[in-house]
C-alpha cells in the first residue's frame, strides 16, 4: 500500500472541495468590532448596570452554525467590548424566550461547561490567524479556558487568571467578564490589533451562533483562528512586564506501603516564578516542583501488547505545550468515544519527573516576528537507584507563509553516566477549509545502543464537512526512543488510509447528521516483512436531540512476534485472523441523568471476546454529581487458563457549596492490578491563581479477587498544600 496511492485521489478531492466551498466562502476581513476605553471599572457582578454598557453599540448579527448553517438564532444574543489600561471587558447578555429551560449544572472551575447553556469567546492576540485563547462560561460564571496552537485541537488544561460572574435573568441570562492584559501575550504595536470570535451555545436545543459566523466546512470550529473578526481600538494597554511568584506550602503525611506501620512526614515548600521579558514572552521558573493538587489518572485495562498514552495534567507543562508539541497526532482508536492514543511524539512531558521528583527547572517561551522559541531545562533527583537527570529541550517554529509553518526540535537527557539526545524537524500546511499537510522526522542518538535510529511520518488529510480523504505514512525505527518522547509501537512502517461521508439530514427528521468512515492500515517491520493489517468500517448518527449512536466493524491480521501477557494469560507468538463489531451510544448529556454504553465482540487471538460497559450520572443538583462507570470484557481462548475476564470499575461524586469550594472523588478498581484506589480531591479557589487543596489517597491490593493482602501493605497519602500568587 504505496504513499502514491492515496495522493491522486487526494489531489482530485482538493479540486472538488475548492470549488464546492469557494462559493459560499466568507471574508473575515469584512467584520470589525471596535472596543470601546472607558475611565472606570465595572463590578464584576453578572449585572450590566453600569452607564458605559448602555453606550456601547452591541454586536447583534449573529448566524447560526448548528442546526441550519447561516440562518438566524433562534435566540437574540448581543455582546459589549471595552477595556482600560489593565483589562479586557466583556459583557453579554443572551436573550431566552424561555428563560426557565436554560441549562445551568456546572460550578466546577474546568468542568464540563459544554453540559450547559455556554459562551465561549476566542481572541487571537497575535492577530496571525493562527493561534488564540479560549475562555468559556456557563450562566453561572463557571470558567473555563483553553489555547489553541496553530489552529490545532484546543489545550483545555491550560489554566489562566481571570475574573466571570454569570446572572440569570427572567428574559435570559448575562455574562460579565474582566481578562486582565498581564494573562495574555499580545504585540508591542502601540495599537495593537487582535482577532475575536463569539460562540453562543442554546443547549435544550443544541444551537449554536457564532459571531462571526465560521462554517461547517471549517471542522475546526472556533479553533479556525484564521476566521475571527478583527478587534481594534485598543491603545495605552499597561504591558505586561511584571514579576508573578506563586510560592506553595505543603504538610502532610504518607505510608507507601509494603513498609509496615511507618508513616513519613511530608512538609514542603517551593515556588514557580514567571517574568514576562515582552509581552510576546515568558521566563517560567519553578523550584521544588510538587504536583500535589493534580488529579489522578483514570485507571486503564491494556488489551494490547503496546503501550498507553496518559495525557498531561500538570500547569508547569501546559501553557506552552501547543509550541513545544512536535510528532504524530493523537488520535482515537476505534470509534465509539474511546480513549485517545497518541502514536509516537519527539516531546512527551509525561516522561519527566514521574519516576523522579522535580529539583527545579527554567523555561522560556514568546515570539519574535514570524519565529515560535521555546527552551526548557529540567532537573530531577535522584530516587531510590535511580540517578536524577538533566532533560533539555529546544523548539523553534517560523510561519514561513499563510497556513505553513516549519520547525526544528533538539532534546537532550544525560545523568548517571548515560545520554540520550534527539534532533528533528516538521512542517505543517493548512489548505482550504479544514486541509493539512503534516510531516516529521527524528532521529535518536542513545549511549545504550552502538547506533543512532530514527523516525518519521507524512499526513495528508482533505475534508470539508461532507467529505474526507486521508492518507498517512508512519516509519518508526527499531530502537527508537527518545527520553522525552513516547512510542507506541517500534520497528515498524505503517500505511493507512481513511475515507469519510457525512451527509446532514436537516428538516423534520430526528438525525441532524450521519458520518461514516472506511479505512484500515497494513503494517510491516523494518524487515518488510508484514506485522498486521486492519480494516474497518464506522458509522455514526447525530441526534437532533444531542445523543448519538454508532456501529464499528473492524477486522485484524496480527502477527506476533513475540509472546507477551494479557491479565495473567500469555499469548504466545504466531499469525491471528481476528474481527469485532462494536455498537455504542450517548445519550444528551445536558439532562439530569445521562448514560453512555457499549457493547460487542467478536475473536481474540484465536478465542472469543465478549465485551460491554459503559457509565451512568446524575445530577442530584448542581451542587453534587455522581457518575457510576463499568468496563467489562470476557475472554475464551483455548490456552491454559484462558477463559478470563478483566473489570474496570469507579465511582466518582462531585460536590460543592459553590464555584469557590467543591470536591471531587475518585474510587476506582480493576481486576489485572487487583488495586483498590480512592482518590478525595478538596479545591477551595480563594482568589484568582491561588488555591488551597486537601488531598487523600488510599489504594489497597487484593491477592486473590477479594481476598486482601494484609494491611501493612496499604497505601495512605494525606497532603494540605496552599498556593499564594503575588504579582509585582
Not at 78 to 107: C, K, N, Q, V, W
Not at 133 to 148: H, K, L, R, S
Not at 521 to 546: A, P
Amino acid at each position: 500500500m504505496p504513499l502514491r496511492s492515496f495522493i491522486a485521489p487526494a489531489l482530485c478531492l482538493v479540486g472538488l472541495l475548492s470549488a464546492s466551498s469557494a462559493a459560499a466562502a466568507q471574508n473575515p476581513s469584512e467584520f470589525v468590532a471596535v472596543a470601546t476605553r472607558i475611565t472606570e471599572p465595572p463590578e464584576i457582578d453578572g449585572v450590566l448596570d453600569e452607564a458605559f454598557w448602555r453606550t456601547i453599540t452591541p454586536i447583534t448579527d449573529f448566524k447560526q452554525r448548528e442546526p441550519r448553517e447561516g440562518a438566524e438564532p433562534s435566540e437574540r444574543t448581543e455582546a459589549r467590548i471595552a477595556y482600560d489600561e489593565a483589562f479586557l471587558y466583556l459583557g453579554l447578555t443572551m436573550l431566552d424566550s424561555e428563560p426557565h429551560l436554560i441549562r445551568r449544572s456546572i460550578l466546577q472551575r474546568e468542568g464540563r461547561n459544554d453540559q450547559d447553556d455556554h459562551v465561549r469567546i476566542g481572541l487571537d492576540t497575535y492577530h496571525d490567524g493562527r493561534n488564540s485563547y479560549i475562555f468559556e462560561f456557563n450562566p453561572y460564571g463557571t470558567q473555563d479556558e483553553a489555547i489553541v496552537t496553530d489552529e490545532g485541537s484546543p489545550n483545555w488544561a491550560f489554566q489562566s487568571v481571570f475574573w466571570s460572574e454569570g446572572r440569570l435573568t427572567d428574559v435570559g441570562w448575562t455574562l460579565e467578564v474582566a481578562i486582565p492584559f498581564s494573562s495574555l501575550r499580545y504585540n508591542e504595536a502601540d495599537e495593537p490589533t487582535m482577532g475575536i470570535v463569539f460562540m453562543r451555545t442554546i443547549r435544550r436545543k443544541n444551537e449554536e451562533v457564532y459571531w462571526p459566523l465560521i462554517g461547517n466546512d471549517y471542522r475546526s470550529n472556533f479553533a479556525q483562528v484564521s476566521r475571527y473578526a478583527t478587534l481594534t481600538g485598543f491603545r495605552g494597554l499597561q504591558r505586561s512586564r511584571k514579576l508573578q511568584v506563586k510560592p506553595f506550602m505543603l504538610l502532610g503525611g504518607q505510608k507507601p506501603g509494603k513498609t509496615g506501620n511507618t508513616t513519613e512526614a511530608a512538609r514542603d515548600v517551593g515556588f514557580d516564578a514567571r517574568y514576562a521579558v515582552t509581552a510576546q514572552s515568558t521566563l517560567d521558573l519553578t523550584v521544588n516542583t510538587d504536583f500535589a493538587q493534580v488529579e489522578v489518572d483514570d485507571a486503564q485495562v491494556n488489551l494490547t501488547r503496546f503501550s498507553l498514552f496518559v495525557p498531561e495534567k500538570r500547569d508547569f507543562f501546559l501553557e506552552w505545550d501547543g509550541l513545544f508539541r512536535f510528532g504524530a497526532p493523537t488520535v482515537n482508536q476505534g470509534g465509539g468515544g474511546s480513549r485517545p492514543q497518541l502514536e509516537a511524539a519527539t516531546y512527551y512531558s509525561r516522561r519527566i519527573g514521574v519516576n523522579r521528583p522535580i529539583l527545579g527547572g527554567v523555561r522560556y517561551g514568546g515570539k519574535n516576528g514570524p519565529f515560535w522559541i521555546g527552551l526548557m531545562d529540567i532537573q530531577t533527583k535522584d530516587e531510590g537507584t535511580l540517578p536524577g537527570a538533566n532533560h533539555g529541550v529546544a523548539r523553534i517554529r517560523a510561519d514561513v507563509a499563510a497556513g505553513a509553518t516549519v520547525g526544528m526540535i533538539l532534546t537532550n537527557v544525560q545523568g548517571g553516566g548515560l545520554f540520550n539526545r534527539a534532533a528533528g524537524a516538521d512542517l505543517n500546511m493548512r489548505f482550504l477549509r479544514s486541509s493539512s499537510l503534516n510531516a516529521w522526522a527524528t532521529n535518536v542518538w542513545d549511549s545504550r545502543h552502538l547506533t543512532s535510529t530514527a523516525a518519521g511520518s507524512l499526513n495528508l488529510l482533505v475534508r470539508n464537512d461532507k467529505y474526507s480523504l486521508e492518507g498517512d505514512y508512519l516509519n518508526v525505527g527499531r530502537n527508537f526512543d527518545p527520553a522525552v518522547g513516547f512510542v507506541r509501537r517500534r520497528d515498524m512502517i505503517r500505511y493507512k488510509t481513511d475515507v469519510g461521508y457525512y451527509p446532514r439530514i436537516g428538516g423534520d427528521s430526528l438525525i441532524r447528521q450521519i458520518r461514516v468512515n472506511a479505512g484500515g492500515f497494513y503494517i510491516e517491520g523494518q524487515d518488510h516483512e508484514r506485522q498486521s493489517s486492519n480494516g474497518y468500517v464506522k458509522g455514526l448518527v447525530r441526534f437532533e436531540t444531542g445523543g448519538q449512536a454508532g456501529v464499528d466493524v473492524l477486522a485484524d491480521i496480527d502477527r506476533v512476534a513475540r509472546p507477551f501477557r494479557v491479565a495473567e494469560v500469555e499469548i504466545p507468538a504466531g499469525d491471528y485472523d481476528d474481527w469485532s463489531t462494536k455498537v455504542h451510544m450517548r445519550t444528551d448529556t445536558s439532562r439530569r441523568l445521562f448514560a453512555d454504553a457499549n457493547t460487542g465482540g467478536g475473536t481474540y487471538f484465536g478465542g472469543d471476546h465478549v465485551f460491554y460497559g459503559g457509565s451512568i450520572a446524575y445530577k442530584f443538583a448542581p451542587q453534587l454529581m455522581t457518575t457510576l462507570k463499568l468496563d467489562q470484557h470476557q475472554f475464551d481462548l483455548p490456552l491454559v487458563g484462558g477463559k478470563f475476564s478483566t473489570t474496570l470499575v469507579s465511582l466518582s461524586v462531585f460536590a460543592a457549596t459553590g464555584r469557590k469550594l467543591y470536591s471531587n472523588s475518585l474510587i476506582q478498581y480493576d481486576s489485572v492490578s487487583r488495586d483498590f484506589n480512592a482518590n478525595i480531591r478538596v479545591r477551595l479557589l480563594y482568589r484568582p491563581g491561588s488555591d488551597f487543596y486537601f488531598v487523600v489517597n488510599t489504594g489497597h491490593r487484593f491477592d486473590d479477587r477479594f481476598d486482601p493482602r494484609p494491611p501493612e501493605f496499604d497505601r495512605r497519602a494525606l497532603v494540605t498544600k496552599l498556593t499564594y500568587l503575588l504579582a509585582f
